[in-house]
């Protein structure tokens, strides 16, 4: 058990449909983290929430809305999505959102398939 | 500027030998963090090891170990006794402290045989 669950596993959706995320931790971990995994590119980081706060937004497009409404769950709303945003969806948390020691511990991914 | 670098991007593995991934890194903050996730085919990333950029002593986790080396800026996994569940791709991240970043390198993919 990872203590970060994410559903769905997998999703998919078509471009003018609205679904959203969801991914909740139960290690008592203050922030939060949406990442994108594409085939053949390095994690990208999307947004990270410290304390519900939204601290980092990785110039993502507006078709991706986070929510966080409090330090054990966050959502990720998605929106008249491209092709091009079929990837694994990878949630994780951390303790506190800086520091150089804090590992980030993963969910399973939710891995979604726009047509 | 490429933060995080492995060259690697994939290897074979005889069971029950050891493994090194190679992994160096581009940072001026003098204080940072280096981790290592192990990500199986099934998706989750998992937590393996992390080493502290004033750690004096190598890092060591079970059969994981890191090979420190600063001056290189190099923090290379070695894994001892590889197992078939060991298949999986390997990713090397870095935090610096000034920021709440952590970044990924490219990964390599470790193919374990019996």
């Known amino acids: 058990e990872t203590g970060v669950t994410q559903t769905p596993r997998h999703l998919v959706m078509g471009m003018t449909n609205k679904k959203s995320l969801k991914c909740e931790q139960h290690?008592?971990?203050?922030?939060m983290y949406w990442y994108k995994q594409s085939a053949k590119k390095p994690l990208e980081l999307m947004f990270v929430?410290?304390?519900?706060?939204?601290?980092e937004n990785n110039s993502v497009p507006s078709r991706f809305s986070p929510e966080c409404p409090n330090s054990s769950h966050l959502f990720l709303h998605l929106h008249t999505l491209q092709p091009e945003d079929s990837a694994l969806y990878l949630c994780?948390?951390?303790?506190?959102?800086?520091?150089?020691?804090?590992?980030?511990?993963f969910g399973d991914g939710t891995r979604l398939s726009i047509l | 500027a490429q933060k995080i670098t492995q060259t690697q991007p994939g290897m074979f593995v005889q069971e029950k030998e050891a493994v090194t991934l190679d992994c160096t890194y581009d940072?001026?903050?003098?204080?940072?963090?280096l981790f290592w996730y192990k990500q199986p085919s099934s998706g989750e990333m998992i937590f393996l090891i992390y080493?502290?950029?004033?750690?004096?002593q190598n890092a060591t986790e079970g059969r994981y170990s890191l090979n420190f080396q600063k001056a290189r800026k190099s923090a290379n996994l070695v894994i001892s006794a590889s197992q078939l569940g060991d298949s999986a791709m390997y990713f090397c991240?870095?935090?610096?402290?000034?920021?709440?970043?952590?970044?990924f390198g490219g990964g390599t993919r470790v193919l374990v045989k019996p």
């Open positions: 994780a948390s951390s303790l506190l959102a800086v520091g150089d020691n804090q590992p980030q511990h």
């Open positions: 290690l008592g971990h203050n922030a």
């Open positions: 929430y410290n304390f519900k706060e939204q601290t």
């Open positions: 940072t001026s903050d003098p204080s940072y963090g």
């Open positions: 080493q502290g950029s004033y750690d004096q």
């Open positions: 991240a870095m935090r610096e402290a000034a920021g709440n970043k952590l970044t």
